[in-house]
């Protein structure tokens, strides 16, 4: 287990249409040719919705009506050993299609069904999906510590 290096903070942003989410197919060094959500790392100073909604229009070109907290999740990848924290957030009232805005990072975007994902989801990507289902608000490694209640999905 990789220990030095620190701990790599990423906001994430589920955009949902009719049971399908929103991934891109990356590009580059890391994660070449997996499937992510629309994110990345979290500016110094920045709030992490607006690092949400800044990710979302750069990478997509999409603006969100509102941002809505998620989850957050504490991960060390069993890939690697990288210590990730993961906040996630969910974008409502996206209305278009999403562009490539950044070539460079992403071959392309696509829907898919949530009970039908890409088997080569991104580095620790798919243990988002379980816990979104399952209403979880916040995980540390693998051990639910709140759920959310009364909130529709």
């Not at 030095?4 to 949902?16: D, K």
């Not at 969100?64 to 996630?88: M, P, V, W, Y």
């Not at 990507?125 to 709140?146: G, N, R």
Request: aromatic fraction near 10%.
């Amino acid at each position: 287990m990789k220990k030095e290096g620190g701990i790599v903070l990423s906001v994430n942003t589920f955009v949902l249409r009719e049971g399908k989410v929103l991934l891109g197919k990356r590009k580059g060094k890391v994660g070449e040719g997996k499937w992510a959500l629309p994110g990345g790392k979290l500016g110094f100073w920045e709030k992490m919705s607006d690092c949400a909604r800044r990710e979302l229009v750069e990478e997509t070109g999409l603006v969100a009506r509102s941002i809505k907290f998620l989850q957050f999740i504490n991960d060390i990848r069993d890939e690697d050993g990288t210590h990730c924290i993961h906040i996630q957030f969910l974008a409502e009232g996206v209305e278009g299609e999403p562009k490539l805005m950044e070539p460079e990072k992403c071959y392309e975007w696509g829907w898919f069904p949530l009970n039908n994902l890409p088997e080569n989801l991104f580095l620790g990507h798919q243990k988002f999906f379980p816990t979104l289902k399952d209403k979880v608000a916040i995980v540390d490694v693998d051990k639910v510590l709140l759920k959310h209640e009364g909130q529709e999905w």
